[in-house]
């Protein structure tokens, strides 16, 4: 149950991440409430997860899937360009997510 925890986590702390941009420097009040109730909502699941997943595991899962989803919806729908470093990182990191869950 703690990596559905971990999984929300990552998803929640995505769209709010997202929520964050259509915020507008939180100008706009629909988004930025969701982009407060979207983080709370995320360090919830995060700190459930926590319960029975290493800390280094967790940490490393979910801030590194998020960098990558975030960047992938930003590419995709953001129309941010999908350069050769910025999909090399990518991988570089999605590689250490797996090299870290795999040791776990």
Do not use: H
């Not at 964050?20 to 100008?27: D, Q, T």
């Not at 629909?30 to 280094?56: E, H, R």
């Amino acid at each position: 149950m703690s990596y559905v925890y971990l999984i929300l986590a990552i998803s929640i702390e995505v769209f709010a991440s997202i929520q964050l941009k259509r915020s507008n420097g939180l100008r706009k009040i629909l988004p930025s409430i969701f982009t407060f109730a979207g983080y709370g909502f995320c360090f919830y699941f995060l700190a459930k997860s926590l319960t029975s997943l290493p800390m280094s595991l967790v940490f490393a899962t979910w801030s590194g899937l998020g960098i990558a989803s975030t960047v992938l919806f930003s590419i995709l729908f953001l129309k941010e360009t999908a350069d050769f470093k910025r999909v090399f990182g990518l991988g570089i990191l999605l590689s250490g997510i797996l090299l870290l869950n795999f040791a776990a």
